[in-house]
């Protein structure tokens, strides 16, 4: 092969390897980027007034008076969207009007009983009455526009006679009024759709906005507030301005997705104008203001996680790695300082290698049986603790599960304290027992954290270990060590695959997840730059 | 005399201290046995290995895991063949191409790719990764065989790279410097010296690298599909597949303590853990190899 042939391709390996490093960059910060941006978010977001009032009415936070005031600018701004759909909605609820008719009837029926009229006067008020209602009813529920006005009309002929002054069967004539008024411009024939629709705005407004003013206060927290972000709320103005159908093309075609201005399907009615009103005056009902949630980290959360923050997991996840830590410190060192110290190279001593070895290898999932049919079920009832998942159980496997890595890092550190250290203080006459404890140890002692620290990264983001030991995806904060928690690690499984509520807040996903990274990402640096500078300091700079 | 005692005695208390790692291994072996043994003894060993049909909650029930152990294998090689290539060649270019300085910024990213918690990897699958493949490549589900095994390369690189770095970089200088005295470009010294020199570090880091997909629960539990069946054609990426730990991680939470269901995962899980030891013994014989190797030179 000719050289400049072979030092081109040699070029082109360069290039390559080089290229697979970029490669593996480019793969942390494909898998932290979107993460991170997108869990940032459920810390540092447009809060709008709704976040404000969830704040104080579940955790006491903020100013009352101030949120109040706020709340009842927001109320202006929002009236005449709930008087407009009110209105929309007396031409074409015909059920509610038809209701309303008879009710007003039998008010009247009631009315008559009670006055001092004679029987016949009673029969023939009540008999004209019942037209009247009869005839109004029909127009109600009429979509033919010619019947509605001749209905309407007969009615509104007893518009100025004696017998109804000041009676309640004037609300029926009232009732005509109201309803030419409205219909006006309504095309009749789609009162039906326009009725399913308008129910469908109103699903998405008391999402949007909260639950209308005048309803009940619903039983379920979330469903107590509108949106509570300004991207939230302009997902929501999205579904609200489009109406959104799924189109079949043909047989055994997939559906298609169409997108029309919902303005269009009210077209001529007063609605027509609501949508732009609404996209126009959203900031004023909703007032967006640049929050940051820092109480995310402390704050517990309702069902679901819809509202709130991961204190809990939190907690949770610390108190099983520290709780771990404790266990497998003393093992871990000790091992470690057996191994390096007195250790000979026999068969007993490869045993113990083999078996850290294996240790490492052994998947986390068997970790979590291990846990599940040694502590759960055997060693806790051994000592009268009831035998279910708790936090004890939990860090125990954690802390068998880390053995290796604790030993290997602490090995490690001891291994790299120089000689020379060593044989300075046996020269004194210290023994070996002294030497280790007051010169080796303390020279290694940056190496063994080192170790701690990843062991303690490594245990907070495990899952499986922990699914039967003492994790719960929902539940109180735990009172003693012997009751299940919450952790980061389980709940991000939760929050992704399992529950169906969370997937209606997609920051709060992200958020979970991310807080875990952090941790780790936290703990890792911490470890990285201990061990940087421990390795400066042995080799003398 | 005194003297003599405590030596011994604390080297006695020091030694079953250190003995707590072979009673771990003891005591996982123990009951792992202990609550798969009545289904051992009552079902046969021999369906349990070859019957792709697991249906635990049929009457009556069906326990075969030859669809999860196919999966598991599946997932585990595509990743391998996904992570190898790059694994190498990452290797090699962090000891033999750059410098120290570079090496010391690529290492930390390393690290930082192995310490992200599977289940961060998981969430990632399901929430960023499936979506986008579903919309890219138009798959019925962006949960697959694919998706898992990507994931599980990212996740096996760390492993196979700093294991196979560090044999690499053990090939002394001398084999390196008579290869380019002889005029080989550095692209033949890397292939036809040095990795063959180091090839055992570079098969137990692979060896290493694949325990780990294998063992692996909360990202083939949540990327996979979970959908037992063996895929067909066999190169199609795009099913859904589902794999020994993924069945134990969902089965157990359903399962009473005490059923078959339980006591077949818990043999499911023994299986896993044959598997395991059985990779693990040949990544310490490649190990031990590369380190006599080592000494050699």
């Known amino acids: 092969m000719r050289p400049g042939i072979r030092i081109a391709i040699d070029k082109i390996f360069t290039v390559v390897a080089g290229a697979s490093v970029v490669c593996l960059c480019l793969v942390l910060a494909g898998v932290l980027g979107p993460m991170l941006w997108r869990g940032g978010s459920a810390v540092a977001f447009k809060g709008t007034v709704e976040f404000r009032k969830m704040q104080l009415v579940l955790f006491g936070r903020g100013d009352e008076d101030k949120i109040a005031a706020e709340s ?39 009315d008559l009983r009670q006055t001092d009229r004679t029987a016949e006067e009673v029969a023939e008020l009540r008999s004209v009455t019942r037209q009247i209602r009869d005839r109004l009813e029909s127009a109600f529920a009429s979509s033919n526009a010619a019947e509605v006005n001749e209905s309407l009309a007969y009615v509104l002929n007893f518009k100025d006679d004696p017998r109804f002054k000041n009676t309640s069967a004037a609300g029926l004539i009232g009732l005509a009024e109201q309803y030419s008024k409205d219909i006006h411009g309504i095309n009749l024939a789609e009162r039906q759709r326009y009725y399913q629709e308008i129910r469908q705005v109103e699903d998405i407004l008391t999402e949007l906005l909260g639950p209308a003013p005048g309803t009940a206060t619903p039983a379920l927290m979330m469903n107590r507030f509108g949106a509570t972000r300004w991207d939230l709320a302009q997902k929501l103005l999205g ?46 009902m909703l007032k967006p203001k640049p929050t940051f949630y820092w109480q995310y980290f402390i704050d517990d959360s309702t069902p679901g996680h819809y509202f709130g923050g991961v204190g809990p997991e939190i907690l949770g996840t610390l108190l099983l790695t520290i709780l771990a830590m404790l266990f497998v410190v003393p093992f871990g060192v000790i091992s470690a300082a057996y191994l390096v110290e007195c250790a000979s190279d026999n068969l007993v001593i490869r045993i113990i290698r083999m078996s850290i070895n294996t240790l490492a290898g052994v998947p986390s999932i068997v970790f979590g049986l ?68 007051k010169v080796t140890l303390p020279a290694a002692l940056p190496g063994i954290l080192t170790g701690v620290i990843l062991s303690l990264s490594r245990v907070a983001g495990e899952t499986a270990p922990v699914l039967f030991t003492g994790a719960v995806a929902l539940g109180p904060v735990p009172k003693s ?7 980061l690690s389980y709940g991000s499984y939760d929050m992704a695959v399992g529950d169906k509520l969370a997937a209606m807040v997609p920051h709060n996903q992200f958020g979970m997840v991310v807080t875990l990274v952090l941790l780790i990402l936290c703990l890792n640096t911490v470890a990285i730059i201990l061990r940087s500078r421990m390795f400066k300091k042995l080799a003398g700079h | 005399m ?24 003891f005591l996982i072996f123990l009951f792992v046995v202990r609550e798969a043994m009545p289904f051992l003894a009552k079902f046969s060993i021999k369906e349990f290995l070859t019957s792709t049909a697991w249906y635990p909650e049929a009457v009556p029930p069906k326990f075969g895991t030859l669809a999860l152990l196919v999966g598991s294998g599946y997932v585990t090689i595509v990743s391998i063949i996904f992570a190898v290539p790059v694994g190498i060649l990452a290797a090699v270019f962090l000891s033999d191409i750059v410098s120290m300085k570079i090496r010391n910024i690529i290492k930390p990213i390393i690290e930082i790719l192995a310490a992200i918690p599977s289940v961060a990897y998981g969430f990632f699958a399901v929430m960023v990764l499936a979506p986008w493949m579903q919309e890219k490549f138009g798959f019925s589900t962006g949960t697959n065989a694919l998706n898992a095994s990507l994931i599980l390369a990212v996740m096996a690189l760390p492993t196979i790279i700093s294991v196979s770095e560090d044999s690499i970089s053990a090939v002394g200088r001398e084999l390196r410097e008579a290869s380019y005295g002889c005029g080989a470009t550095r692209m033949e010294t890397i292939f036809k010296v040095v990795i063959p020199a180091a090839h055992s570090g570079i098969i137990a880091g692979i060896v290493l690298g694949m325990m780990r997909a294998i063992g692996e629960t909360m990202v083939v539990w949540m990327a996979s599909g979970n959908a037992a069946q063996i895929p067909s054609p066999w190169w199609d990426l795009s099913q859904s597949v589902r794999t020994l730990t993924a069945t134990i991680a969902g089965d157990m939470g359903e399962t009473e303590k005490g059923s078959p269901h339980y006591r077949a995962l818990f043999a499911a899980g023994l299986l896993l853990l044959v598997i395991i030891l059985c990779l693990n013994m040949v990544s310490e014989y490649f190990l031990i190899r590369a380190k006599q190797a080592g000494g050699k030179r």
Not at chain 1, 262 to 272: K, M, P
Not at chain 1, 388 to 406: D, E, F, N, Q
Not at chain 2, 2 to 25: I, K, P, Y
């Open chain 1, 481 to 487: 060590i012997f009751d299940p928690t919450r952790t």
């Open chain 1, 370 to 437: 291990f846990g599940l049919a040694f502590f759960v079920l055997f060693f806790l009832p051994l000592f009268g603790a009831p035998s279910k998942g708790c936090i004890l159980a939990a860090s125990m496997t954690l802390a068998v599960l880390t053995l290796p890595v604790m030993i290997r890092a602490s090995e490690e550190a001891i291994r790299a304290v120089p000689q020379t250290y060593k044989e300075a203080s046996l020269a004194l006459g210290a023994s070996r027992f002294r030497t280790f404890v």
């Open chain 1, 72 to 110: 009842r600018q927001a109320e202006i701004a929002r009236a005449k969207i709930y008087s407009t759909i009110e209105k929309f909605k007396g031409g074409i609820d015909s059920e509610a009007l038809i209701d309303k008719a008879k009710q007003i009837y039998r008010q009247f029926g009631n």
């Open chain 1, 239 to 284: 579904q609200l301005c489009w109406y959104e159908e799924w189109i079949k093309q043909g047989p055994g075609q997939p559906m298609v997705k169409r997108l029309t201005p919902r303005s269009q399907r009210f077209a001529g009615t007063e609605i027509e104008g609501l949508f732009i009103y609404i996209q126009k005056n959203l900031p004023e």
């Open chain 2, 2 to 25: 005194r003297g003599f005692l405590t030596l011994h005695l604390g080297r006695t208390a020091l030694f079953l201290v250190t003995c707590t790692s072979v009673l771990a291994v």
